[in-house]
Protein backbone atom coordinates (compact mmCIF):
# COMPACT_ATOMS: atom_id res chain seq x y z
CA UNK A 1 0.00 0.00 0.00
CA UNK A 2 2.70 2.72 0.73
CA UNK A 3 4.18 2.01 -2.70
CA UNK A 4 1.23 2.33 -4.30
CA UNK A 5 1.02 5.91 -2.19
CA UNK A 6 4.45 6.86 -3.11
CA UNK A 7 3.68 6.03 -6.91
CA UNK A 8 0.58 8.32 -6.87
CA UNK A 9 3.17 11.24 -5.49
CA UNK A 10 5.18 10.57 -8.31
CA UNK A 11 2.63 10.33 -11.05
CA UNK A 12 1.21 13.58 -9.94
CA UNK A 13 4.19 15.68 -9.78
CA UNK A 14 4.96 14.23 -13.47
CA UNK A 15 1.42 16.15 -14.49
CA UNK A 16 2.03 18.74 -13.10
CA UNK A 17 5.69 19.38 -14.52
CA UNK A 18 4.60 18.35 -17.74
CA UNK A 19 1.27 20.67 -17.72
CA UNK A 20 3.24 23.16 -16.64
CA UNK A 21 6.07 22.46 -19.47
CA UNK A 22 3.32 22.49 -21.87
CA UNK A 23 2.17 25.83 -20.63
CA UNK A 24 5.18 27.63 -21.37
CA UNK A 25 5.83 26.16 -24.76
CA UNK A 26 1.99 27.35 -26.03
CA UNK A 27 3.36 30.76 -24.27
CA UNK A 28 6.17 30.57 -26.02
CA UNK A 29 4.46 30.31 -29.82
CA UNK A 30 1.75 32.57 -28.54
CA UNK A 31 4.17 35.31 -28.22
CA UNK A 32 5.63 34.40 -31.64
CA UNK A 33 2.05 34.85 -33.10
CA UNK A 34 0.81 37.90 -31.41
CA UNK A 35 0.62 41.18 -33.48
CA UNK A 36 3.59 43.47 -32.51
CA UNK A 37 3.26 47.26 -32.71
CA UNK A 38 5.34 48.41 -29.31
CA UNK A 39 5.85 45.10 -28.12
CA UNK A 40 3.48 45.47 -24.97
CA UNK A 41 0.91 43.02 -25.92
CA UNK A 42 3.94 40.43 -26.19
CA UNK A 43 5.18 41.05 -23.25
CA UNK A 44 2.38 40.85 -21.33
CA UNK A 45 2.19 37.47 -21.70
CA UNK A 46 1.80 35.50 -18.81
CA UNK A 47 1.74 31.69 -17.27
CA UNK A 48 0.34 30.98 -13.67
CA UNK A 49 -0.12 27.63 -12.20
CA UNK A 50 -1.50 25.93 -9.19
CA UNK A 51 -3.21 23.69 -6.66
CA UNK A 52 -6.91 24.54 -5.89
CA UNK A 53 -9.81 22.55 -4.29
CA UNK A 54 -8.02 19.12 -5.01
CA UNK A 55 -7.36 20.32 -8.92
CA UNK A 56 -3.78 21.52 -10.59
CA UNK A 57 -4.17 24.13 -13.11
CA UNK A 58 -2.21 26.06 -15.73
CA UNK A 59 -3.80 29.38 -17.18
CA UNK A 60 -1.94 31.67 -19.95
CA UNK A 61 -3.21 35.05 -20.90
CA UNK A 62 -2.16 37.94 -22.93
CA UNK A 63 -2.78 41.35 -21.45
CA UNK A 64 -2.52 43.34 -17.80
CA UNK A 65 -4.70 46.14 -17.40
CA UNK A 66 -1.28 48.19 -15.32
CA UNK A 67 0.65 47.68 -18.69
CA UNK A 68 -0.18 49.66 -21.54
CA UNK A 69 0.23 49.84 -25.01
CA UNK A 70 1.48 52.33 -27.31
CA UNK A 71 -1.63 53.86 -27.35
CA UNK A 72 -1.93 54.17 -23.40
CA UNK A 73 -4.80 51.41 -23.25
CA UNK A 74 -4.19 48.55 -21.14
CA UNK A 75 -2.76 46.10 -22.74
CA UNK A 76 -5.77 43.61 -21.28
CA UNK A 77 -8.49 45.21 -23.90
CA UNK A 78 -6.24 45.64 -26.38
CA UNK A 79 -4.96 42.08 -25.61
CA UNK A 80 -8.65 40.81 -26.20
CA UNK A 81 -9.41 42.92 -28.99
CA UNK A 82 -6.44 41.80 -31.05
CA UNK A 83 -6.88 38.22 -30.68
CA UNK A 84 -10.60 38.27 -31.80
CA UNK A 85 -10.14 40.38 -34.83
CA UNK A 86 -6.54 40.87 -35.65
CA UNK A 87 -6.90 40.19 -39.95
CA UNK A 88 -3.71 38.01 -39.83
CA UNK A 89 -2.72 37.01 -35.87
CA UNK A 90 -6.26 36.62 -34.41
CA UNK A 91 -6.61 33.58 -32.15
CA UNK A 92 -2.62 33.66 -31.44
CA UNK A 93 -3.32 32.21 -28.13
CA UNK A 94 -6.02 29.78 -28.90
CA UNK A 95 -4.50 28.50 -32.22
CA UNK A 96 -1.25 26.77 -30.56
CA UNK A 97 -3.45 25.97 -27.29
CA UNK A 98 -5.70 23.80 -29.40
CA UNK A 99 -2.67 22.34 -32.26
CA UNK A 100 -1.55 21.02 -28.80
CA UNK A 101 -3.71 19.82 -26.67
CA UNK A 102 -4.96 16.64 -28.28
CA UNK A 103 -1.69 15.27 -27.89
CA UNK A 104 -1.12 16.18 -23.92
CA UNK A 105 -2.42 13.01 -22.76
CA UNK A 106 -0.29 11.21 -24.74
CA UNK A 107 2.93 12.77 -23.84
CA UNK A 108 2.00 12.91 -20.18
CA UNK A 109 1.38 9.37 -20.31
CA UNK A 110 4.93 8.66 -21.94
CA UNK A 111 6.53 10.51 -19.10
CA UNK A 112 4.60 8.72 -15.79
CA UNK A 113 5.95 5.06 -17.83
CA UNK A 114 9.40 6.28 -16.88
CA UNK A 115 8.45 6.91 -13.30
CA UNK A 116 9.66 3.70 -11.10
Do not use: W
Not at 6 to 30: C, D, F, H, S, T
Request: hydrophobic fraction near 35%; charge should be neutral.
Amino acid sequence: MRRLSELAVAYQKVVKVEMKKEGVEILEEAQNRVPVDSGALRRSGKIADGDENGSYTVAIGFGDPTVTNADGDPTSDYARYQHETHLSKAKFLEAPYFERIGTLPDRIAMKIKGVK
